[in-house]
């Protein structure tokens, strides 16, 4: 039997309402744990096929991880349908009763009869407590050799459960096999086919395995090693690392839960520098992945976004000669936005951003892709025009353009 699958319930899956994240970080954790898993499984909120999939699970695998359906509405059927698919009753549970009218409480709120729905646990399961949220889990053994593990959908709840309680239970049930360790190392200015073809006699290693991943714009090179022990497994990614960090150079730009943004704004931190940004056609999307790094505010001073040119001259004061000699798509635009907006802020550096992200808009001279990107700093400004893919659409236009105006100065500052 496999050790262990995934089953993620709720019609909004099926649908796509939803991005089914749970599925990849629970992947993930069991990889971490050295629990093998082969299968993951996404069912609608409906009783009779959830209760047909679990009991298809009980006969390939030795653990099932199941996430949603927890709730107190009556779309919410995961712990009915998993006792009906045993012929187990529901009993209610005491400590998950007294937690859930605790929690109601001190939120302000009363406790309607579909909360104790709640509480309700089949008959002989061990309750797997929520910290945050109102919806317990279950850690259940319905029949030998087979145990099922309940979670909410909420991923904030569902991480605390797995960390809680899970994963001390999984150290401990003998499903594990070794250890594995990986490294998730992140390049850019480089396609995934080049980077595999340099990488093409680590690609065929079976451990540590290397495995590539495509972005947008980003490239990602995933190692994997399995070992005894975490320290065993580390050993074994280092030198490959090394390796692959040697053949790159510069375009490895990071590793794990690093970005671009979080790249840059560290080496300003240390360099003891403030960034400031100017953008039109990414709409404050390079603003936004500055902003979305914790303690991003003691080196990001702001931005402006400048989508008329009214804007670009009142407040980046990018010149009205300039804006009727080359247009606002060009470089000397693109440099004046850059100063005006390091002047205006007191920042070390600048980036700007102005281009034709489409669907319409674009010439002959610029069309749809043309994007131009400026870096100032201490030592001057500098701009330079590159061109994207009008294929792909305006979003990933707009991604590309942040991206690349970030590497841009990553490149400088190193």
Request: charged share 15%; aromatic share 4%; with cysteine.
């Amino acid at each position: 039997m496999a050790a262990a699958e995934i089953l993620c319930i709720g019609t909004e899956l099926l649908l796509g309402n939803i991005t089914n994240g749970n599925a990849r970080w629970i992947a993930e954790q069991l990889a971490a744990l050295g629990v093998p898993h082969h299968r993951q499984l996404v069912v609608g909120d409906n009783r009779e096929r959830l209760m047909a999939e679990v009991q298809a699970a009980s006969e390939r695998c030795q653990l099932l991880i199941t996430t949603g359906g927890l709730g107190p509405t009556p779309d919410d059927l995961t712990t009915e349908a998993l006792a009906a698919a045993f012929g187990t009753p529901l009993v209610e549970n005491a400590q998950a009763w007294l937690d859930i009218q605790a929690k109601l409480s001190a939120r302000g709120r009363s406790c309607a009869p579909s909360n104790r729905r709640q509480a309700l646990i089949p008959q002989g399961a061990e309750l797997l407590p929520n910290p945050t949220g109102t919806a317990p889990g279950v850690i259940w053994s319905p029949k030998p050799g087979f145990t099922v593990m309940t979670f909410p959908g909420v991923p904030s709840e569902m991480r605390a459960m797995w960390q809680a309680t899970a994963a001390p239970w999984l150290r401990q049930s003998g499903l594990t096999s070794g250890v594995f360790a990986s490294r998730m190392l992140q390049f850019w200015g480089v396609s995934e086919s080049a980077l595999a073809e340099q990488m093409a006699d680590l690609l065929e290693g079976s451990n540590p395995t290397v495995a590539p991943y495509a972005g947008a714009g980003e490239v990602k090179l995933r190692i994997t090693a399995q070992a005894e022990t975490p320290a065993a497994a580390e050993q074994l990614l280092a030198p490959v690392e090394a390796e692959i960090r040697a053949r790159t150079g510069s375009s490895c730009f990071g590793c794990d839960g690093e970005s671009l943004a979080s790249v840059v704004l560290e080496r300003l931190r240390q360099r003891g520098e403030t960034l400031a940004v100017a953008e039109s056609c990414t709409g404050g999307g390079l603003g936004a992945s500055l902003a979305a790094v914790p303690g991003a505010s003691d080196v990001f001073l702001g931005g402006v976004i400048a989508y008329a040119n009214s804007v670009k001259q009142g407040l980046l004061e990018v010149p009205l000669a300039l804006l009727e000699t080359h247009g606002a798509v060009s470089d000397p635009v693109a440099q004046a936005m850059a100063e005006g907006v390091r002047r205006r802020t007191g920042a070390d550096w600048a980036l700007a951003i102005t281009g034709v992200a489409g669907p319409g808009g674009g010439s002959a001279e610029k069309p749809v892709g043309l994007v131009h990107l400026a870096v100032a700093g201490p030592h001057g400004c500098s701009s330079e025009a590159v061109r994207f893919s009008a294929s792909r659409g305006r979003d990933w236009i707009q991604t590309l353009s942040a991206g690349e105006a970030l590497n841009r100065l990553r490149l400088q500052l190193a």
